[in-house]
């Protein structure tokens, strides 16, 4: 079992504060960690720009596609299972005709809750943008590099009686 020792944190270089949720605490984060450069808020505090009233600002546009079918969307990383692991290109075509097997062939409900309890690098992450283009919440483990699981099986049990859809 390995532990977390504060060399072993990446230093960050950007910083979001959810400020209605953590305002004390981001501004003790924008105040001491080092190497940040900017510091955004979502909602007003004394510290960092705040993004909500920027988009406020900036108004509404339609959405517009910039990416072509063969462009690249993604760098996925294999687990190494048939040998030395690798990175694989996904392109933007490849996504959407996965998207739309998705769609087609599962029954998602509208506004759906979907428990990652696998990463979403790997097969549970294929749910997440369904899930999302349904209207619905993912919802994934917090503390993927610890061995132990980060949701003990009565907690997931609990979540998913809780949140599940019921016909």
């Known amino acids: 079992m390995t532990s977390c ?13 959810d400020a209605d949720a953590f305002r004390d ?3 003790d984060l924008a105040a001491t960690a080092p190497g940040l450069t900017k ?5 007003r ?12 600002a900036a108004g509404s546009a339609s959405p517009r596609c910039l990416a072509a079918p063969d462009d690249v969307a993604t760098l996925n990383y294999t687990g190494g299972t048939t040998g030395k692991s690798k990175g694989a290109l996904r392109h933007h075509r490849e996504n959407a005709s996965y998207l739309g097997s998705i769609l087609a062939d599962f029954e998602i409900p509208d506004a759906p809750r979907y428990l990652a309890v696998a990463p ?10 369904p899930t999302l283009m349904r209207g619905g919440v993912p919802s994934t483990c917090s503390r993927a590099s610890t061995p132990k699981p980060c949701w003990p ?6 979540s998913i009686s809780r949140c599940s859809y019921r016909r």
């Open 120 to 129: 979403i690098s790997h097969v549970a992450g294929t749910k997440v943008l």
């Open 153 to 158: 099986p009565s907690r997931a049990k609990k």
């Open 45 to 56: 505090a004394s510290y960092g720009v705040d993004l909500l009233a920027l988009v406020e």
């Open 25 to 27: 605490r981001g501004g």
């Open 39 to 43: 510091v955004f808020t979502l909602g």
């Open 5 to 17: 020792s504060r060399s072993r944190i990446p230093k960050s270089r950007v910083l979001v504060v």
